[in-house]
T-cell receptor, first 120, second 106 residues
Framework: EAQVTQNPRYLITVTGKKLTVTCSQN?????MSWYRQDPGLGLRQIYY???????DKGDVPEGYKVSRKEKRNFPLILESPSPNQTSLYFC???????????????????FGPGTRLTVL | DAKTTQPPSMDCAEGRAANLPCNHS???????VYWYRQIHSQGPQYIIH???NNETNEMASLIITEDRKSSTLILPHATLRDTAVYYC???????FGTGTSLTVIP
């Protein structure tokens, strides 16, 4: 089973101070994704990556950047964090990716433990 | 995007079967139904998926109606550790709604 790690697990920062949340997987899975979770809104996808150097926007990409220079890592970058980015963040991987539409097979996602970010 | 509808909360007595319904009336013919759960604020955990047939694994059973417009996740003998938010995904595999908060009562 895929193992996904995130660091840090908790972070309190101030508005405008650049930060990076790391996500790392223990296998060579192609698909990685970032979500944020806010009360009453469920999980919303921020960015995803289908392979090295291939990234794309999810539903709520504003204020975030990502990079995928190697398969195992997919960092989430907040260049100038704002209080509305206070949230719980999850990284996820899909071991055997069958396309965004999922029409060639199932895409079970495995999630990291989460990073709770507070921006003051 | 295909969306799902789930009751916001449910209770279940410990040891009894928990039946969690989900409506996914706009699901396309080749889209899977997935179920995940999230305990407290931990990362969501994959439970099961299905396309047309009913499925069972060590965690749960998934019953999908013949028209595929709805499904039911069954936890056959609920324990206190099954208290969690359960998410049904039918269609857009990256859309997690607000799920059903299941409370297992001693």
């Amino acid at each position: 089973e895929a193992q996904v790690t995130q660091n840090p697990r908790y972070l309190i920062t101030v508005t405008g101070k650049k930060l990076t949340v790391t996500c790392s997987q223990n296998m060579n899975h192609e698909y990685m994704s970032w979500y944020r979770q806010d009360p009453g809104l469920g999980l919303r996808q921020i960015y995803y990556s289908m392979n090295v150097e291939v990234t794309d926007k999810g539903d709520v990409p504003e204020g975030y950047k990502v990079s995928r220079k190697e398969k195992r890592n997919f960092p989430l970058i907040l260049e100038s964090p704002s209080p509305n980015q206070t949230s719980l963040y999850f990284c996820a991987v899909i071991p055997v990716f069958s396309g965004v539409g999922g029409d060639r097979g199932p895409n079970e996602q495995f999630f990291g433990p989460g990073t709770r970010l507070t921006v003051l | 995007d295909a969306k799902t509808t789930q009751p916001p909360s449910m209770d279940c007595a410990e040891g009894r079967a928990a039946n969690l319904p989900c409506n996914h009336s706009t699901i396309s013919g080749n889209e899977y139904v997935y179920w995940y759960r999230q305990i407290h604020s931990q990362g969501p955990q994959y439970i099961i998926h299905g396309l047309k047939n009913n499925e069972t694994n060590e965690m749960a059973s998934l019953i999908i109606t013949e028209d595929r417009k709805s499904s039911t996740l069954i936890l056959p003998h609920a324990t206190l550790r099954d208290t969690a938010v359960y998410y049904c995904i039918g269609g857009n595999q990256f859309y997690f709604g607000t799920g059903t908060s299941l409370t297992v009562i001693p």
